[in-house]
């Protein structure tokens, strides 16, 4: 069965990076894409990104440009999201999630709390 | 970026009502919508994709419609399981946005 399974919470100070991954298993890797999408506390989805796990092709957040960078590791099917320059308004769950055939997120990871906090 | 924005954001409602959610797109996303349910705690549930397709797995009781700017949510009997929050997401664009997200409550 598709599974993915994220990392552990972290805790940063802000100005620091956070670097979260995303293991897939269950099916072929390379033949969907990832997408990233965070929740503060309290409040609604937000979509941060997405990659093609086939060529690595991104598409980020406008908001989120110049301080994300979505990657992904073949060799060990999981996708990766760092996210630079940490705010205290960065803090949120952070879910990966694969794309299906025709749009939409099917398959979730756990999610991972990120909290920023000096 | 395409906005979405969804109507009621606080819906209440009894077992049995018949709920509709509509989330209205900033411009025309021809039909590349999906619908989510949320509950506290866990991570989103796709419901309906392309609009109108069912998720496998999905009671019949959930359906969606619409097609440009306008787009529907339905759920035909509230069931005690419904009561979350639901979102709408547009992928039209390479940029993806969802809507603030509806609150099913219990009346």
């Known amino acids: 069965q598709v599974q993915l399974v994220q990392s552990g919470a972290e805790v940063k100070k802000p100005g620091a990076s956070v670097k979260v991954s995303c293991k897939a298993s269950g099916y072929t890797f390379t033949s969907y894409g990832i997408s990233w999408v965070r929740q503060a506390p309290g409040q609604g989805l937000e979509w941060m990104g997405w990659i093609s796990a086939y060529n690595g092709n991104t598409n980020y957040a406008q908001k989120l440009q110049g301080r994300v960078t979505m990657t992904t590791d073949t060799s060990t099917s999981t996708a990766y999201m760092e996210l630079r320059s940490l705010r205290s308004d960065d803090t949120a769950v952070y879910y990966c999630?694969?794309?299906?055939?025709?749009?939409?997120?099917?398959?979730w990871g756990q999610g991972t709390l990120v909290t920023v906090s000096s | 970026d395409i906005q979405m924005t969804q109507s009621p954001s606080t819906l209440s409602a009894s077992v049995g009502d018949r709920v509709t959610i509509t989330c209205r797109a900033s411009?025309?996303?021809?039909?590349?919508l999906a619908w989510y349910q949320q509950k506290p705690g866990k991570a989103p549930k796709l419901l309906i994709y392309k609009a109108s397709s069912l998720e496998s797995g999905v009671p019949s009781r959930f359906s969606g419609s619409g097609s440009g700017t306008e787009f529907t949510l339905t759920i035909s009997s509230l069931q005690p399981d419904d009561f979350a929050t639901y979102y709408c997401q547009q992928y039209n664009t390479p940029t993806w946005t969802f809507g603030q997200g509806t609150k099913v409550e219990i009346k």
């Open positions: 411009q025309s996303i021809s039909s590349w």
């Open positions: 999630a694969r794309e299906r055939e025709s749009g939409g997120s099917s398959y």
